[in-house]
């Protein structure tokens, strides 16, 4: 299915790692490990919490998201024999409130509202996070709202959330393009009935799933590019 963009009535994006660099929690991390590779514990921390989260899903149990990556980074840390302190884990935990925005997201998201759309996000994450994020990276007149999975208390790629969000949002799901770096997530909103644009921002593969993305961009801009010549 290729893009549509005359369907198009509201833009959705994902949190984390599509508005918000998470690979910056590496810094962090970097001043509590002196003899491993904070790049090494951060994927081990990202995945493992994506992990939890569709453990979650499947077997009924949930968990704010805050909590998992709790969780997922005392894992990380203790699979690379790193010895970190509680006290000294919650330091990096916390940087989750201060992730960096990419340098297209501000553009992006202004473009989009002179083009008369409305812009929400809807996250994994839980409320308190999302919150911080929006604020530290003063996103807050740029969006029109966030949608958390405590409101469902289920994780994305099920369908529960995009489907949720599209009734908060008061859009038909169809009419919705979700746009998230995540090719776990992007799949999930098809399969809900979104449009879903996959911005590859690590240059990842794809699939394979039987179904493409309606659109793979690379940077916001690229999306409002082709809302504007339809």
Known sequence: MSFDPDAVETIAFDSYGTLVDVSAVAEALSDHLEEHDPDLVAKLWRERSLTYAMVGN???????????????????????????????????????????VFDDVRDGLERLRELGYDCYVVSNGNEGMLESMVDHADLETLLAGTISADEVERFKPVPDLYRHAADRIGTPVEAIAFVAAGWWDVPGAINAGMQGVWINRQGTRWGPYETDPDLTIERIPELVDELEAA
């Open 58 to 100: 499947a077997i009924g149990e949930y968990d704010a998201f805050y909590g998992m990556n709790r969780h997922a980074l005392r894992y990380a840390l203790e699979t690379v024999g790193a010895g970190v302190g509680e006290d000294e884990r919650e330091a990096i935990l916390s940087t989750y409130h201060e992730l960096p």
